[in-house]
C-alpha cells in the first residue's frame, strides 16, 4: 500500500477499520487451524504399487490396534487378556525373526548378503522401585511382569554396540481397551519394523531395539525392568517413547533432551513440536508421566517423547476404540517414526556421540506452518540481544514528541519516560484482562453455579471468556492517562523484546514466541516511520502486518494449549480450580495473540474506549446467559465417574464408593439417585474425609485425594460366601514370617507376605519406622505412613518385602491401642496394615462377557491373525467366570447411569477386596 493509502484509512472509524481488518482477523487463525491439524492421507496397501516396495499402512497399524484393544481387549496389568496380549506379541515377534531369517536367505541365493538380524527377547522378571506422584512418597513392586524386544541389527559386535531405543506399552489402564493409548504405537512400531526389514537396501549400522513393554499404566513397571535388568540396556544410547493421550491431530513431540535429537527430530517428514510444549511439560504442571521418566533415570540417556494428544476426552475411558482415531493420526505417526529411526540407524547417526547422558534442552526448537526451526541457545541470546538494541535504536529515532509545548518531556530522553509509561500501561492490560476473565469466571461458578460450562468444545471457552478479557483491557485503559498511539506501538515493542531477552537469559527457550510476535511489530513500526514520517496516526496496514504473526503463532499455541488443558479439567480433581484456570488461560494467549488490541485501544480516544467497552460487556453478557444454558458434558465429552464396590473381608460389609476427578456440578444429585437405587435400605450417600490414612481408594491413590468420594452400604447379597475371605477358596491374606523382635536394639524384623489369588493391583499402607527394607536404599528415617503398590503377571498370587522396622515408643503407639495399660514390647512392634486389591474379574466392561463385535473389523484380512484371534476369545471365555456380586451389580449400575445421563458419564466400574489386619 502506499503512504496514500495510509493517509486515508487514518480516517476511517474504528467499526470501518475493524472490517477491513477482518479479512486477516478471521483468515489468518482459520489458515493456522487448517495447517495445524492437517494429517497425511491414510495408506492402505502394503507395497507401493510403483516401486514395489514396502510401505507403511495406516490400514495395518489399525489392525494391529484393534486386535489388540476389541480381540483382546482391557490388557489391565494382572489380567489374562494382559496375558494373551503377551502371548499375541511373543509370537508376532519370532514370526518378524524368522521373517528376517527369510530375507537374508533370499538375498544369500540371489548372491547379495543382507547385513541384517532380528533377535527376540521376552523378558520376565521382578523388582520395586519407588514412584512419587503429586507429592506423595509411593514405592511399587512388581512379580513377573514383561517385556517383549525386538533387536534389528547388522548382526556384527559394532553394530550392536550402540542402539537407539524405540519404546511403547502394550497393556493399557484400568477401565481403558487402550487402542490409542498405546495399542496404536506398539502398531507403529510393529509397522516400522515390517518396511524396514523388507526394504531391500536399508542395511543398519547402528542397532534398533523395538521394546514391547508390558507394563506402563501399573506406574512404569516394565521400562524400570528393562532399564534395570535386561542385558542389552548398555547399548542404549538414545530412547524414542511412543505415547497417546488423545486420539486426533498430529503427534506433537513434547520432551526433547539433547540437541542431537532435536536435529534427528528435524529430519521427520511432519515435523509438530515446540520447545514451549517441551518446558510447560517438564514444569510438571500436566500431573502427567512417561515411561521417559524411567529411561532418564535408569538408562540415563537422552530421548524424544512423543504422543497424540488431540481430542483427550476419551484418553483412559471405554471409548479409547480405533474408531475414534481420526484417519491419518496413525500415517502421520508411523511416517515420523520411520524417518527417525532411518536417520539413527545410518551412518550420519549422532548415537556413539550421545555419551553424556541427557540434558536440559539448550536448543530453541519450534515447528510453524509445517516448517521446522531450530537454533542454539546461545544464537538466541545474541539475536534477542541485538534486536533489542535495535529495537530501542528504532524507538529512539522515530520518537517524535507529541507535545513539544511541555518542557518535560520535550528534552532528549523524553521518549524513555513515555515508552515507560507505555510499558507500564501494557501491564495493566494484562492484568486488566485478567481481572475481567476472572470476575466472570466467579459469576460463572460461584453465583450461576454453571462451571466447566465450555467442557465438550477445547475452543469454546474463546467465546465465554475472549470478551470479557477485552472488556478488562480496554478498562484499565480508561484509567491510565491517554497515550500517543505511535508511544503505545513503541512501548508493546520495547516490552516484548525486554521479556524475550530476559526470558532466554534465565534459561526458558519459550522466549522464541515473544520473539516471533515483536519481529514484525519492529518491522511495521519501521516501515510506518518511513512512510509517515513518524505523524499522525499509524496505518492501518502497520496493524495488519503487525498482527500476522501473533495470529498465526498465537493460533497455534491456543490450539495447543486448550487441547491439553480442557479435557484435562475432567481428570484434575474436584476441588482444582478449573474455571478460574481455563479463564486466565483465555486471557493469557489472548493477550499473547492480540497485542496490537493495545495501541488500538488509544487510537480514537476514551469515548470510543468507553464504548468498546460497553459493547463487550453486553456480548460477554449475552456469552454468559448462552454458556449458563449449556451441559459441560456429552456422549463423546462423558463425565469421568469412578466406582468401587468393595468388600472388607474382615467384617463381611460391602459399599459402594463413588467418586469423580472434574468439579462440575451436578454430581450430589447423581449419587443420591444411585443410593436410592442400588444402596442398603435406608442408608444414605456419607462424603469420605479422605487423607493418606484412609485406605477406601487406595488403588488409585495418591489421585484418590483428588476425588471428594462418597460412600454407600450395599445390601447384602443373599448365599454369597466371599472367596476372599480366611478359610474361603481364595483368601487374601497379609501375614508376617521370618518374624524375629529384637529386644535389646528394640527392632523388629520381618518379611511381609501378601498373598492375593484371583486379586490384582494390591496395595498396602502402613504407618511404621522403617530402618531397612528391599524396596530401596532409603527409607525416611522417622515414623511415617508408607505406601505399597503392587502389580504382576497373570495368575501370580504371593508377594513379599522385608524389612526392618525400629520399635516405637510407648507414647507413639499408645493412642492407637484400645486398652490404657502400657503395652508390651510384641504389642508395640506390630503393625496395622490396610490391604486392598482388585477383583481379577470384576471389571466394568472390561471384563463383561458381551463378545466384541468383530463383524465390521475390516483392517483383519490383512493379518494373518484371523484364527489366532478365535483362539484368544475361546481362551478369554473359558476364563470368565459366572459374574460374582460385583459384576451382577456393574450391569445394572452401567444401564442405569447410561438411562439417566443419556449416555454422558462414563463409569469406572471396579470390585476391591481390601480389610484392615494387624500383625
Ligand atoms: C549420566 O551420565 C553422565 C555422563 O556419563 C554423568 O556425568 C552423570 O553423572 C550421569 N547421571 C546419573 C544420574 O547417573
Ligand atoms: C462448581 O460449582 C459448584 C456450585 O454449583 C461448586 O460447589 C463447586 O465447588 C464448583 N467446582 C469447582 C471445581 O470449583
Ligand atoms: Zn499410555
Request: include cysteine.
Amino acid at each position: 500500500m502506499s503512504s496514500k493509502g495510509a493517509t486515508t484509512t487514518a480516517r476511517w472509524g474504528p467499526f470501518k477499520s475493524l472490517l477491513v481488518l477482518a479479512p486477516l482477523l478471521i483468515g489468518a487463525p482459520t489458515f493456522t487451524v487448517y495447517q495445524h491439524y492437517a494429517l497425511p492421507n491414510p495408506i492402505t496397501e502394503l507395497i507401493n504399487p510403483q516401486t514395489n516396495l514396502p510401505q507403511l499402512s495406516e490400514a495395518q497399524i489399525l489392525s494391529y490396534s484393534k486386535l489388540l484393544s476389541e480381540d483382546i481387549g482391557y490388557r489391565t496389568v494382572g489380567t489374562i487378556e494382559h496375558a494373551l496380549a503377551d502371548e499375541w506379541l511373543t509370537k508376532k515377534a519370532h514370526e518378524i525373526k524368522n521373517e528376517c531369517e527369510e530375507i537374508v536367505n533370499r538375498s544369500k541365493e540371489n548372491g547379495k548378503e543382507r547385513k541384517l538380524e532380528c533377535e527376540v527377547w521376552r523378558q520376565q522378571g521382578s523388582g520395586s522401585h519407588r514412584f512419587d506422584m503429586m507429592g506423595k512418597r509411593l514405592y511399587k513392586t512388581y512379580v513377573d511382569l514383561t517385556n517383549i524386544i525386538i533387536r534389528v541389527s547388522n548382526g556384527t559386535p559394532e553394530g550392536k554396540e550402540h542402539a537407539v531405543l524405540v519404546n511403547a506399552h502394550l497393556d493399557s489402564t484400568l477401565p481403558s481397551p487402550g487402542a490409542a493409548d498405546d495399542a496404536l504405537s506398539v502398531a507403529v512400531m510393529l509397522e516400522c519394523i515390517r518396511v524396514l526389514t523388507n526394504t531391500p537396501t536399508w542395511e543398519p549400522v547402528h542397532s534398533i531395539i523395538f521394546l514391547f513393554n508390558h507394563a506402563e499404566e501399573s506406574l512404569q513397571d516394565a521400562s524400570q525392568l528393562f532399564s534395570t535388568q535386561h542385558p542389552i540396556r548398555d547399548s542404549v544410547r538414545a530412547f524414542i517413547n511412543l505415547e497417546a493421550a488423545g486420539t486426533v491431530g498430529p503427534e506433537l513431540l513434547f520432551q526433547a533432551t539433547s540437541e542431537q535429537m532435536i536435529e534427528a527430530y528435524s529430519r521427520v517428514p511432519r515435523p509438530f513440536g515446540t520447545v514451549v510444549a517441551n518446558e510447560v511439560f517438564s514444569s510438571g504442571v500436566l500431573l502427567s508421566d512417561t515411561d521417559f521418566r524411567q529411561f532418564e533415570l535408569y538408562l540415563n540417556v537422552t530421548g524424544l517423547d512423543m504422543a497424540v494428544v488431540g481430542n483427550s476426552y476419551m484418553y483412559h475411558t471405554r471409548k479409547d476404540l480405533v474408531e475414534n482415531i481420526q484417519p491419518g493420526v496413525a500415517q502421520h505417526m508411523a511416517d515420523n517414526v520411520h524417518a527417525l529411526l532411518l536417520y539413527l540407524s545410518s551412518s550420519e547417526s549422532p548415537l556413539p556421540a550421545l555419551d553424556f547422558g541427557y540434558t536440559r534442552p539448550s536448543t530453541v526448537f519450534f515447528s510453524h506452518l509445517g516448517y521446522f526451526f531450530k537454533y542454539s541457545y546461545s544464537t538466541a541470546r545474541i539475536l534477542y540481544s541485538i534486536f533489542l538494541v535495535a529495537s530501542l535504536v528504532l524507538v529512539a529515532f522515530t520518537w517524535q514528541n507529541p507535545a513539544p509545548a511541555l518542557k518535560s518531556s520535550g528534552r532528549r530522553g523524553g521518549w524513555i519516560k513515555e515508552n515507560l509509561k507505555a510499558t507500564g500501561a501494557a501491564g495493566v492490560t494484562f492484568i486488566g484482562a485478567l481481572i475481567g476473565v476472572n470476575l466472570v469466571a466467579a459469576v460463572m461458578q460461584y453465583a450461576l453455579g454453571r462451571n466447566m460450562s465450555w467442557y465438550a468444545v477445547e475452543l469454546s471457552a474463546l467465546a465465554l471468556y475472549g470478551p470479557a478479557a477485552l472488556a478488562g483491557a480496554f478498562s484499565t485503559q480508561l484509567l491510565v492517562a491517554r497515550l500517543p498511539e505511535r508511544t503505545m506501538f513503541s512501548g508493546l515493542l520495547l516490552s516484548l523484546a525486554f521479556s524475550t531477552v530476559f526470558l532466554q537469559f534465565i534459561g526458558i527457550g519459550s522466549a522464541a514466541i515473544f520473539f516471533l510476535s515483536a519481529a514484525p511489530i519492529f518491522v511495521s513500526i519501521l516501515l510506518d516511520s518511513l512512510s509517515t514520517g513518524g505523524k499522525g496516526p499509524m496505518s492501518l496496514w502497520a496493524y495488519a502486518l503487525g498482527q500476522i504473526s501473533p495470529l498465526l503463532t498465537g493460533t497455534q499455541v491456543i490450539c495447543t494449549v486448550f487441547d491439553v488443558f480442557v479435557p484435562l479439567t475432567g481428570r484434575t480433581g474436584r476441588e482444582a480450580p478449573a474455571e478460574h484456570i481455563i479463564a486466565s488461560l483465555v486471557s493469557i494467549t489472548g493477550s499473547y495473540t492480540l497485542p496490537l488490541v493495545l495501541p488500538f485501544s488509544h487510537r480514537y480516544g476514551p469515548s470510543v474506549l468507553k464504548r468498546f467497552v460497553v459493547i463487550l460487556s453486553a456480548i460477554t453478557l449475552v456469552m454468559v446467559a448462552v454458556f449458563a444454558a449449556r451441559e459441560p458434558f456429552d456422549e463423546l465429552h462423558q463425565k469421568r465417574l469412578f466406582v468401587l464396590s468393595s468388600e472388607n473381608v474382615t467384617t463381611g460389609e460391602r459399599h459402594l464408593h463413588i467418586g469423580a476427578a472434574d468439579g462440575a456440578p451436578g454430581l450430589e444429585a447423581l449419587v443420591e439417585g444411585i443410593t436410592a437405587e442400588f444402596g442398603a435400605v435406608g442408608s444414605s450417600a456419607v462424603q469420605e474425609k479422605m487423607d493418606d490414612w484412609n485406605g477406601d481408594w487406595d488403588i488409585l491413590y495418591p489421585f484418590s485425594a483428588f476425588m471428594s468420594p462418597y460412600k454407600v452400604e450395599l445390601p447384602p447379597v443373599k448365599d454369597y460366601a466371599s472367596p476372599y475371605v480366611v478359610g474361603g477358596s481364595m483368601p487374601f491374606v497379609i501375614e508376617a514370617i521370618n518374624d524375629v523382635i529384637d529386644e535389646g536394639k528394640q527392632t523388629r524384623s520381618l518379611t511381609l507376605r501378601v498373598r492375593h489369588p484371583g486379586v490384582i493391583w494390591t496395595v498396602i499402607a502402613f504407618d511404621a519406622h522403617v530402618l531397612w527394607w528391599t524396596l530401596d536404599d532409603s527409607p525416611p528415617d522417622e515414623y511415617a505412613r508408607h505406601h505399597i503398590k503392587e502389580g504382576s503377571f497373570y495368575g501370580v498370587d504371593t508377594w513379599t518385602i522385608d524389612l526392618v522396622i525400629r520399635i516405637p515408643s510407648p507414647g507413639i503407639v499408645a493412642s492407637t491401642l484400645d486398652s490404657d495399660k502400657v503395652p508390651s514390647t510384641k504389642e508395640r512392634a506390630q503393625l496395622k496394615v490396610n490391604f486392598m486389591g482388585v477383583q481379577e474379574t470384576a471389571m466394568w466392561p472390561g471384563k463383561s462377557h458381551r463378545t466384541p463385535d468383530t463383524s465390521s473389523s475390516g483392517g483383519h484380512s490383512q493379518t494373518s491373525s484371523d484364527l489366532y484371534v478365535a483362539e484368544l476369545q475361546k481362551k478369554r471365555e473359558d476364563a470368565a467366570l459366572p459374574y460374582g456380586p460385583a459384576m451382577q451389580l456393574f450391569e445394572k449400575l452401567d444401564g442405569w447411569l447410561e438411562e439417566r445421563t443419556g449416555g454422558k458419564v462414563d463409569g469406572m466400574l471396579v470390585g476391591s477386596v481390601g480389610g484392615i489386619v494387624v500383625i
